[in-house]
């Protein structure tokens, strides 16, 4: 393995290293629909794999998308990652 070198983490200028405590826990799928379809949303959480919703309309779906986390996280329980 020659000739092959990549900078270190935390080398490129103007973006200090930090840990990345950001992770992608869910999905949140949002069909905003048309004249036809009525707007849908739906979340999918990647920590135990449960879906919330579909909901449809658009009260519902505003709502959904701007709480549906944190209600989720009060009742998220993540599985064993199993190999
Ligand atoms: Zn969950």
Do not use: I, K, N
């Not at 009525?38 to 959480?45: E, F, G, L, T």
């Amino acid at each position: 393995m020659t000739g092959t070198q990549r900078p270190a983490a935390g080398d490129t200028p103007g973006r200090p290293a930090r840990p990345d405590l950001r992770r992608v826990t869910g999905a949140l799928f949002v069909d905003f629909g048309d004249r036809e379809r009525p707007p849908r949303a739906r979340y999918q959480c990647l920590r135990c794999r449960t879906v919330e919703g579909p909901v449809t309309g658009a009260p519902l779906v505003a709502e959904f998308v701007s709480s549906v986390r944190a209600v989720h996280a009060a009742r998220c329980t993540p599985q064993e990652p199993r190999t």
